[in-house]
């Protein structure tokens, strides 16, 4: 047995002549039923394993969940490291806290001390406890996790009157506003400050957040103005004036920018108008208003995968590059500031202006698609529109009252930073490189296969080296490439089993060769 196991390794490890690859070729092609079923078997129990363990991790992962909606650990001491991180002066009553669903608040300082309160009188303590120098009267700053903003909400009316809150997601926090008298008071997360986002569903909440803290690059924004007659196509980068150095606005007909959007893919369109339900209304430099379907660009910019904001003006629509009544040239107002800001959240901020504060809200909008609303304040005024329409005439600058904003979601934009190579999905590049590595653990098996399929070149059937060495190096790459990736669910297992075969049967041939016989005499 061990002979002919010996004489198939050799045979492996040698070049093979012309007869011996058609009938190793032969005999690979009779085996491959056989090394079907035997992938079949060495796969189904591991797929059962997987569901197994699937499974398992699930019940794992849930009862986990639980947990951390109990105590929160990991998020509080995220609290704590934000606290810590706070500028030196800013010590005075800041401190971490999370309630838990027992109605249990926790407060840790920066010095990493805790105190834990249960009742109105240990409430009153905290300040004291974990402020030993401070005056009594201090006022409390705190920054709470998003466990106790979404989960424990009703635990915030134990807190001391006039105490500060903040929420902390992730690296950041935000200044809590409340707005109204319980039970229906409401809570908003001030991201900048004209800018707010509601407290109401954590997930719609996260991703608001999210997009707000997303960087933008100033060579992606595109500014559109919509006259009919212009060019019917965009150019794939926007266009800069060489004097001014400033980018130009893109003009092109109305009815021709939901065709065009596949030439900007990826990039952020500015669009003006006015939006009477589905309608955009625009004004061009000449001629009465034209209307374009919302839903259409919308259902266009998700095809071409183009992040598009709609500026609402309560005044006349005129689009950016125009004239006004008095020959002003017709400018989005702090557009220029916008440019230079590095985050969406300044972006729309300064968009917004100081004097108008917007609340943004997110909604899915699509296949990995999410739409943001950023609608004026409650408490803004009826007079802002007024003042808007003024301010648009006379200054010729275009004042957006709100804005609608459909861009690629949070999920759908973290997959695209994980592609190693663009346009390839990170779910199968991700499979595809665990492939490999797997692969590499059957690659005496599989670089078996692969001589037997593509026999090793041989130097003197090429005119040069030049020819060789570029077969050769075409040849290694197809079986890194493709070869071994793809027989790795087999080759690997097959290898596997026969190093343990061989490391079984290790004991058993080194007893024959102990107890075998000297060598019969020629």
Do not use: C
């Amino acid at each position: 047995m061990f002979a002919k196991k010996a004489g198939y390794d050799r045979s492996m490890a040698m070049p093979l002549s012309p007869p011996r690859v058609v009938a190793g070729s032969a005999a690979l092609l009779s085996a491959l039923p056989r090394l079907a079923l035997l992938a079949g078997l060495l796969i189904a129990p591991a797929t059962a394993q997987a569901g197994w363990l699937t499974k398992f991790t699930g019940a794992a992962e849930e009862a986990a969940s639980k947990i951390a909606k109990k105590a929160s650990p990991g998020a509080l001491d995220n609290a704590v490291r934000h606290v810590r991180a706070l500028p030196s002066e800013a010590n005075a009553g800041v401190l971490a806290a999370e309630a838990s669903q027992e109605g249990h608040w926790r407060f840790v300082n920066k010095a990493g001390e805790t105190y834990t309160a249960g009742t109105p009188d240990e409430m009153k303590r905290a300040a004291s406890v974990l402020f030993p120098d401070a005056k009594p009267d201090v006022r409390l700053t705190l920054y709470v996790t998003e466990d106790t903003m979404f989960l424990n909400r009703a635990a915030l009316k134990e807190l001391p009157k006039g105490t500060e809150l903040n929420v902390v997601v992730g690296s950041e926090s935000y200044r809590v506003l409340r707005r109204g008298e319980v039970p229906s008071e409401r809570f908003y997360a001030e991201v900048r400050p004209n800018l707010a986002v509601e407290m109401a569903d954590r997930t719609l909440f996260d991703e608001a957040v999210w997009q707000l803290a997303r960087r933008i690059a100033e060579s992606n924004v595109r500014i559109i103005a919509l006259e009919p007659g212009g060019p019917p196509r965009l150019a794939s980068t926007r266009r800069i004036d060489p004097s001014s150095k400033r980018a130009l606005v893109d003009t092109i007909d109305p009815a021709s920018l939901t065709a065009a959007m596949g030439a900007v893919r990826g990039q952020t369109l500015l669009v003006t108008g006015r939006v009477e339900r589905d309608l955009l209304l625009v004004q061009p430099s000449s001629g009465p208003e034209k209307s374009l379907l919302v839903r259409d660009l919308v259902k266009a910019a998700e095809d071409a995968d183009v992040n598009l904001v709609l500026l609402h003006s309560a005044s006349t629509p005129r689009q950016p590059g125009g004239r006004n009544w008095f020959w002003q040239k017709v400018e989005v107002r702090g557009l220029e500031t916008a440019l230079q800001r590095p985050r969406m959240a300044d972006f729309l901020a300064a968009l917004a202006g100081p004097d108008r504060r917007l609340v943004v809200s997110a909604a899915p909008d699509g296949a990995g698609r999410t739409g943001l609303d950023l609608r004026p304040a409650a408490d803004a005024g009826p007079s802002t529109d007024v003042l808007a329409e003024l301010v648009s005439g006379v200054t010729g600058k275009v004042v957006p009252v709100s804005m609608h904003a459909h861009v690629r979601s949070a999920e759908r934009q973290q997959e695209l930073d994980q592609r190693l190579i663009p346009g390839v999905p990170a779910d199968f590049q991700v499979g595809y490189l665990l492939l490999v590595l797997l692969g590499l653990l059957g690659v005496p098996v599989s670089l078996a296969w692969w001589r037997r399929l593509w026999p090793p070149e041989v130097a003197s059937e090429y005119a040069g080296r030049a020819g060789y060495i570029a077969a050769r190096t075409i040849r290694a790459l197809v079986f890194l490439v493709v070869f071994l990736p793809l027989t790795a669910p087999v080759s690997a297992p097959y290898n596997l089993l026969r190093q343990i075969y061989e490391a079984v049967m290790a004991p058993v041939r080194w007893w024959r060769w102990l107890t075998r016989g000297p060598a019969p005499a020629a």
